[in-house]
């Protein structure tokens, strides 16, 4: 039990640090809102055009698919600032401490959660401003922001193991693309992925990211009966399916994080 | 005098390359061993092994009693590495990285912020303590992540490379911070590459050289392996060449070595000083203008030249223009 407090009270140290550079370079926290702002227009206003939404108003579509890929990308934060700090010999003068072995990525992974808060606070502030509404409750609203939180959570594990896995925060940033890309766009964020090709519709059926956005849009009220969502379970049931990935994600991943971290070796 | 660092038979391989081959050392309570080898001999890699960050493929490390690999946290909490680049928080203040560290060692809501301000004192960084990091001098990382691995007052202290990368004056600074920290009873494994540091900061040094002991000893006994002293003296006048050479040659050991351009000639001798003025004042007889004159010890380098076939990395331009000259 006085484990786990050490382990909470040195995670909040780190925690702390970590938020301290937020704050002296707020640069990155502007450059992190600034491009799902530019998402946000260029889908509303540009292709959002082309994009038919039966019964529907593209832009409310939209925001959550919006709110689900930025979180994402914000989780690749983690992989980065760890990336960054073995880089600089951070992560060995942890190591050196007496302190919990997984305080860090603790640390780090709550860190980037208050990241990600910041993020969808502006972003929900741009979405009410291009038309998105909240059509439902408030505690069903906050889950629904919890839930891509959550989501996002279980992802900055997956970036905190490859993370301490890659040889520098530039690695990190492209072998992340790969994978956060075709998870976000081979979905239902942008488009309805009942105009996908075959196998590419199945993909994105049970691509963990539609349910996430299925089970945002049902929480803020962004559905339309006239645009039901696909008969597979992953669809039908996205709160379920959604919470299924992050026991999943986390189960796998806080472990090989943790052993990662305590071989993770400056270069 | 109990040891606080033991190794025995270390062994490290990355694939190919074996950077540890059987380490074996000890670090008397108090004392300051010099590892010491070129870019490369596995300093870093002993160090790291030391300080729980690596485990070694086979053998034994202890800190202090402890058993690197069986009670990692134990050393943890006795020791303090400063690595061989300063590893502190670029974005935080001086103040908040230690301050961070020391809540790291649960020193507390009070005792943290209180050991930092002491030491940013001591490291001569209270002006700049409330500034990020990102706006120091290398020397003043240098002495902030030095300062961090003093926080939790540790009785073994690992420091790898401590004064790479520092200009002279930074590096005088540095070598008078860790000699005080002995005084206070630390025990200090100092990796280098620079001979001088070793001569001047260590009790004892050991030299490796691909992951192996080449040679150790004190400073002393390296320089002895080497050969004896030397009387080196330099004319004013060319012409006097012959003449210094034959006068030389009554007191030398072996063979006078002349160096025409500089006017230098060097000498083996044994006998110390007496030998010395004897030189001289038969010089003076035969009415030779001598310049400049002296004893010359081998270098460290000399040492490491003769054991590696290779020379080291001296301190400055000026320090290897000045030791090697000599020789030719
Ligand atoms: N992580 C690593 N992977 C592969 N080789 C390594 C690694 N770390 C060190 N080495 C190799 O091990 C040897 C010893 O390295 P190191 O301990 O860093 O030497 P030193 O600190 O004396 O310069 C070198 O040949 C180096 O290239
Ligand atoms: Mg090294």
């Known amino acids: 039990m006085s484990a786990l407090l050490d382990t909470f009270a040195d995670g909040a140290i780190v925690a702390r640090r970590n938020l301290i550079k937020i704050k002296r370079v707020p640069d990155l926290l502007v450059f992190t809102t600034l491009s799902p702002i530019m998402f946000v227009l260029l889908f509303g206003y540009i292709f959002g055009g082309s994009i038919e939404i039966p019964g529907g108003n ?210 | 005098m109990a040891d606080m660092i033991r190794a025995r038979g270390l062994v490290k391989r990355y694939g190919e390359v074996t950077a540890l081959d059987g380490l074996d050392l000890s670090v008397p309570e108090g004392t300051i061993l010099g590892l010491l080898g070129p870019n490369g001999a596995g300093k870093t890699t002993a160090v790291r092994i030391f300080t729980t960050l690596l485990e070694p493929d086979d053998g034994v490390a202890e800190v202090a009693g402890v058993d690197v690999r069986r009670d990692p946290r134990g050393v943890r909490r006795r020791i303090g590495l400063s690595g061989q680049y300063a590893a502190v928080d670029e974005y935080l203040t001086g103040y908040e990285n230690l301050d961070m560290v020391g809540r790291l060692h649960r020193l507390g809501r009070r005792g943290a912020p209180k050991r930092a301000r002491e030491l940013l004192e001591r490291f001569a960084l209270t002006d700049a303590g409330d500034r990020p990091v990102k706006t120091y001098s290398g020397g003043m990382r240098r002495r902030l992540d030095l300062a961090a691995a003093l926080v939790a007052e540790p009785t073994v202290l690992f420091l790898d490379e401590p004064t790479t990368g520092l200009d002279p004056r930074g590096r ?87 160096d025409e351009h500089s006017r230098r000639l060097t000498a083996p001798v044994s006998g110390g000083a007496p030998v010395l003025m004897a030189a001289l004042a038969r010089l003076q007889d035969e009415g030779v203008k001598v310049l400049d004159f002296g004893m010359r010890r081998p270098t460290l380098d000399d040492v490491f030249l003769t054991l590696t076939g290779q020379t080291t990395r001296t301190t400055t331009e000026a320090d290897q223009a000045r030791e090697q000259e000599p020789a030719r």
Do not use: C
Request: glycine share 8%; no cysteine.
């Open chain 2, 172 to 258: 005088t600074g540095m070598w008078d911070v860790i000699r005080e920290l002995v005084d206070g009873g630390a025990t200090l494994l100092l990796t280098t590459q620079y001979l001088e540091e070793a001569d001047r900061l260590a009790d004892d040094i050991v030299v490796i050289d691909h992951g192996r002991i080449i040679a150790q000893g004190t400073a002393d006994q390296l320089k002895a392996q080497v050969g004896g002293e030397r009387v080196e003296l330099v004319l004013e006048q060319a012409e006097d060449v012959e003449l210094a050479r034959s006068v030389l040659a009554g007191s030398a050991v072996g063979a006078v070595v002349v």
């Open chain 1, 58 to 267: 593209y832009r409310e579509f939209l925001i959550a698919g919006i709110f689900a890929q930025t979180v994402i990308f914000g989780a690749t934060i983690t992989g980065a600032g760890l990336a960054d700090d073995i880089q600089k010999g951070i992560i060995d003068r942890f190591r050196s401490l007496p302190m919990s072995q997984s305080a860090v990525l603790l640390g780090r992974t709550a860190s980037d959660v208050v990241n990600n808060v910041i993020v969808i606070v502006v972003m929900s502030v741009t979405g009410l401003a291009i038309g998105w509404r909240i059509r439902t409750s408030v505690p069903e609203a906050i889950a629904g922001f919890l839930l891509l939180l959550l989501f996002a959570y279980a992802v900055s594990w997956i970036m905190a193991y490859l993370g301490l896995l890659v040889p520098s925060p530039e690695v990190l940033n492209n072998a992340s693309f790969l994978v956060t890309f075709p998870l976000t766009f081979v979905a239902n964020t942008f488009a309805r992925p009942e105009t996908f090709p075959g196998p590419v519709r199945t993909f994105a059926n049970w691509n963990p990211v539609s349910a996430v956005v299925q089970a945002a849009r049902e929480l803020f009220g962004n559905t339309s009966p006239a645009n039901p969502p696909p008969d597979v379970w992953s669809l039908q049931n996205p709160v379920a399916y959604t919470l299924i990935w992050v026991v999943a994600i986390l189960a796998v991943f806080v472990p090989l994080a943790i052993r990662q971290y305590q071989r993770a070796a400056s270069r």
